[in-house]
């Protein structure tokens, strides 16, 4: 409910911004409204490293192992100790300010490294704007972040540390510093890097581990791999779909309109139309622009993290126009562990997911990408094109994902609140 007070909240906001200037919007939401008992940190344990933690095999059905291996940067190399010590960083509370939440907290392996929540929270119960990705596959990422505000891995680490509504660092020396009070810590880093724990090496390691966070061995990649029945035939007519009418591969495929199955993205940004404030955002763009310096990434992280200009997405990066409302194109793997959906976590079941593209979006301005357009898809078909994407779950959990597509079905049977029957069925408008 907090994402109706801030978009209730905004255009308010934004009229007392004018007056006061940039503070009171960057406050504005974040850490101002009533906590809720189950925001409180004490009640969220940090997330244990169980089975599902452990790296994961290279031998896997559709795991591209030569692009996996050149995933990896010459200047950090793995090691099994080197990975192993990532792991321990990444279940560790320590690297936060009150020692509250560690990087499972919001990417819990359980979940697919999600945390099930529409919103993140932090220490002291401070809740974002963003939902928490998967890092499962981020391996592949040319970018990292909703808006790709990270290049690589190591430098997306520092982030999460440091932002105040999410382990809340003063500084990343900070945090190495109260590791490094651990003398098991201690020996490992010199074991590894052969120099006391610092920041550099710290990050490096969290990276290490990450890369081996991979996720394929689905019934789709057995299907692509020659095996006719490891998917039933209306995942099958979903890949179709996909594939065709749906239209989905323009934008989730390496090349538009070309299947791609390893990652299911074009790594590029666009405006599909979840951002539902679009009547000011040209003059919250510009505000951005005068109260965010340009490549201040700390600035930009704070911005995207708690304020509510959170929506420009990738212009908060690049300040072109074009991409103000554009994020991140999203890797479709383990969809059934990572609800809800979209960087807003608006969407709470696949089927809204699919009624939003029905509709082509729901919207329809200069921002919307030229791509979007209504489908006309019957319900029979978007139950397909659901059967398709879950047909994408990785064997370890194969189990969980079952529960939750039945959860789903039984929510989209009783309500569709995304669903707009008309616009899905009209013509398309003109585009652009
Ligand atoms: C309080 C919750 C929270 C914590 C703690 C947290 N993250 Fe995240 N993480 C998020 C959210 C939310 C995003 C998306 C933010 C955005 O895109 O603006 C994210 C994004 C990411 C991404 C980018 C994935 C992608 O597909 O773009 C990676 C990788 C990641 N986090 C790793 C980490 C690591 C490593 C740590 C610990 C050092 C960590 N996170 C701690 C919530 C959290
Ligand atoms: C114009 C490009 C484009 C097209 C076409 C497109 N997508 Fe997406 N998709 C995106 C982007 C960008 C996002 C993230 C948007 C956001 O969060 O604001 C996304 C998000 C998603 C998500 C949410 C994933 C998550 O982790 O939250 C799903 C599921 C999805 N798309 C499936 C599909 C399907 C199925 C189709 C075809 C019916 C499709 N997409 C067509 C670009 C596209």
């Known amino acids: ?48 490293p169980g089975a599902l933690s452990q790296p994961r095999s290279l031998q896997q059905a559709g795991l591209p192992v030569e692009a996996t291996r050149a995933a990896v940067p010459p200047d950090n190399q793995e090691t099994a100790d080197k990975i192993a010590l990532g792991q321990k960083l990444f279940f560790d509370g320590r690297l936060s300010a009150d020692g509250t939440v560690a990087c499972s907290s919001c990417h819990d392996p359980a979940r697919a490294f999600t945390d099930g929540r529409q919103f ?26 909703w808006d790709g505000r990270a290049t690589t891995l190591e430098n997306q680490a520092a982030f999460p540390i440091l932002n105040p509504s999410e382990m809340g660092e003063p500084s990343l020396d900070a945090a190495v510093a109260r590791i490094a009070r651990s003398s098991e810590y201690r020996q490992a880093f010199e074991k590894i890097f052969h120099a006391p724990p610092n920041a550099t090496n710290l990050v490096r390691a969290i990276a290490s581990y990450e890369r081996t966070e ?13 095996e006719k029945k490891a998917i039933d035939p209306a995942a099958k007519r979903g890949w179709a779909l996909f594939n065709g009418r749906g239209r989905c591969t323009l934008c989730h495929s390496a090349k538009a309109g070309q299947a791609e199955v390893t990652t299911f993205t074009d790594h590029s940004f666009h405006d599909i139309g979840v951002v539902r404030v ?13 109260s965010v310096r340009p490549g201040d990434m700390g600035a930009i992280d704070r911005t995207a993290i708690q304020s509510d200009l959170s929506v420009l997405g990738r212009f908060l990066v690049t300040r072109d126009n074009a991409d103000i409302g554009a994020f991140k194109t999203p890797n479709l793997r383990n969809l059934l562990m990572t609800a809800p959906y979209f960087h807003d976590g608006s969407h709470p079941t696949l089927w809204d997911v699919l009624d939003h593209y029905n509709k082509g979006g729901g919207v329809n ?51 569709r609140p995304f669903r707009d029957t008309a616009r899905a069925f009209a013509a398309p408008g003109p585009v652009g």
């Open 120 to 145: 993140s929270i932090g220490i002291k119960g401070r809740v974002g704007q963003r939902n928490a990705p998967t890092i499962l596959n981020a391996i592949y990422n040319t970018r990292q972040f």
């Open 214 to 226: 991979l996720s394929f061995d689905s019934p789709f990649d057995h299907f692509i791999a020659g």
């Open 365 to 415: 301005d200069a921002f919307l990408d030229k791509d979007m357009r209504p489908l006309a898809l019957k319900d029979a078909e978007i139950d397909d094109l659901v059967a398709f994407l879950a047909s994408l779950t990785s064997p370890e959990y194969r189990k969980p994902a079952l529960k939750e597509l039945e959860r789903q079905r039984n929510v989209a049977r009783s309500t």
């Open 1 to 48: 409910m907090r994402q109706v007070c801030c978009l209730r909240g905004l255009q308010k906001s934004y009229l007392r911004l004018l007056a006061l200037g940039i503070a009171a919007l960057m406050t504005a939401c974040h850490g101002s409204g009533p906590i809720g008992p189950q925001t409180k940190r004490h009640l969220l344990p940090i997330p244990e």
């Open 278 to 290: 679009r009547a000011n955002i040209v003059a919250m763009a510009q505000q951005a622009d005068q």
